[in-house]
C-alpha cells in the first residue's frame, strides 16, 4: 500500500501500485466505492495489463484517511489527488475513471493539465442532479448532513443493497455526505462544460441498455468518443469485465491514433 500525505494536518490519500510501462494509468472509484475492488480485475487483464497502476482511494473512501474538516467539493478532491500523484511521480497519467471519480477526473484534468493526457470515463456524472429523493448516491443528498450522520446513513444502508455498502461502509460519514452533495451541485461551470473545452483524447462508456446519452452528439463533435458497452450496468467493470476491458483498450488505442 502505498501514500502519500495531501493536506495541511497530514492525511493521507492511499492506493494500491502495480509496476509496469509509463505512462501511469490512474483508477477512480465512484462514490461509496474503492478502487481496489471496482478495478484490481481490469488493471490485471490481459488487455489493460503492463502498465503501471495505480488504484487510488479518494480522501475519505476505502483505504484513504477520513478528515472531518476537509470539504469534500469535487475541486478539493481533485486538488487532493493532484498532490497524491506529485508524490507519486505521476506525470501524463492516463485516468480511468468511474461515476463520481468521473466527475473528479474532469476536474483534475482541468485544474491540473499536466497530469492527465487522457481520459477514460466510465458512466461518469457530467451534469448537476435535478433535486429529487434519490439525488446523490441513492438520496444521500436529500438528507441534512445532521439528518444523515443521526441515522440517515442507515436508511441508506437498506436502499443500496449488500454490494455497494460492502465498500460503503468503508466511508466515512461525513465524507459519503459531503462529498454526494457536492456531486448532486456539480461546478461551475459543469464537468460537462469542463469535458467539452479539454483538449486531451477523451472517451465516455456508458450501458448500451440505458440508450444514447445525452448530449451525445455535442461530445463526440467536441472530439469525445462514446462508447456503449452491452450486457451491464452502471458498475460495467463489475458487470461486463471482458467488455469494459475490450472497450476501454479499443477506446485508448483510438485515442493513440488521433
Wanted: hydrophobic residues 45%; proline residues 7%; negative net charge.
Amino acid at each position: 500500500m502505498h501514500s502519500a500525505v495531501v493536506t495541511p494536518k497530514g492525511d493521507r490519500i492511499r492506493w494500491v501500485e502495480l509496476p509496469g510501462a509509463e505512462p501511469a494509468r490512474v483508477y477512480l472509484h465512484g462514490l461509496g466505492s474503492t478502487a481496489p475492488a471496482y478495478f484490481a480485475a481490469s488493471a490485471v487483464h490481459p488487455l489493460l495489463a503492463g502498465r503501471r497502476s495505480l488504484l487510488v482511494d479518494l480522501l475519505g473512501h476505502g483505504h484513504s484517511d477520513r478528515p472531518e474538516e476537509f470539504s469534500y467539493t469535487l475541486e478539493a478532491h481533485a486538488d487532493a489527488l493532484a498532490a497524491a500523484l506529485d508524490t507519486a511521480g505521476v506525470d501524463g497519467a492516463e485516468v480511468i475513471a468511474h461515476s463520481m471519480g468521473g466527475a473528479v477526473a474532469i476536474v483534475l484534468a482541468h485544474r491540473h493539465p499536466r497530469l492527465v493526457s487522457r481520459l477514460v470515463l466510465v458512466d461518469a456524472n457530467l451534469d448537476p442532479a435535478p433535486p429529487v429523493p434519490t439525488t446523490g448516491g441513492s438520496g444521500i443528498a436529500s438528507y441534512t448532513e445532521e439528518e444523515f450522520l443521526a441515522g440517515g446513513w442507515a436508511e441508506v444502508r437498506d436502499r443500496v443493497g449488500a454490494h455497494w455498502w460492502s465498500t460503503m461502509r468503508l466511508a466515512g460519514r461525513t465524507a459519503l455526505y459531503r462529498t454526494a452533495v457536492h456531486l448532486a451541485a456539480g461546478t461551475t461551470p459543469t464537468m460537462r462544460e469542463l469535458l467539452l473545452e479539454l483538449k486531451i483524447p477523451r472517451s465516455y462508456l456508458l450501458p448500451e441498455a440505458d440508450g444514447p446519452l445525452a448530449g451525445a452528439e455535442a461530445l463526440e463533435a467536441a472530439g469525445v468518443a462514446v462508447v456503449p458497452v452491452p450486457d451491464c450496468g452502471h458498475n460495467i467493470m463489475l458487470d461486463n469485465p471482458e467488455a469494459f476491458a475490450r472497450a476501454t483498450a479499443t477506446a485508448l488505442a483510438r485515442d493513440e491514433r488521433s
